[in-house]
């Protein structure tokens, strides 16, 4: 089993920015697995975010926050992190960090190639 914490969300105001954490616990993550930032916003589906591979450090994002967001992780913290800049009122979410066993870059958007799941953090940006 793992076990993810997420913490760092908070309300900032547009153009603020916001660091999210993502402590995983439990089993130790293989050398194809993956983590992965996902939001739900009041009312809408769950989305992709962003994801990075556990070994490699390989980053993928949703084109709705490139350029504003970079996911990384700290190996030997088995933290993984999620700065999001030049925030907007439509970022405004509950954030989900989630554990992906056995990496797939063809999947690594769906929200169902994760296996594990972390219980959210709000963030909320004021215009």
């Known amino acids: 089993q793992v076990q993810l914490v997420e913490s760092g969300g908070g309300l900032v105001q547009a153009g603020g920015s916001l660091r999210l954490s993502c402590a995983a616990s439990?089993?130790?993550?293989?050398?194809?697995?993956?983590m992965g930032w996902f939001r739900q916003a009041p009312g809408q589906e769950r989305e992709f975010v962003a994801a990075i591979s556990w070994r490699g450090g390989t980053t993928y994002y949703a084109d709705s926050v490139k350029g504003r967001f970079t996911i990384s992780r700290v190996y030997a913290k088995n933290t993984v992190y999620l700065q999001m800049n030049s925030l907007k009122p439509e970022d405004t979410a509950v954030y989900y960090c989630?554990?992906?066993?056995?990496?797939?870059?063809?999947?690594?958007?769906?929200?169902?190639?994760?296996?594990?799941w972390g219980q959210g953090t709000q963030v909320t940006v004021s215009s």
């Open positions: 989630a554990a992906d066993q056995i990496l797939d870059w063809g999947t690594i958007s769906n929200m169902r190639s994760y296996d594990y």
């Open positions: 439990g089993r130790t993550f293989s050398y194809n697995s993956a």
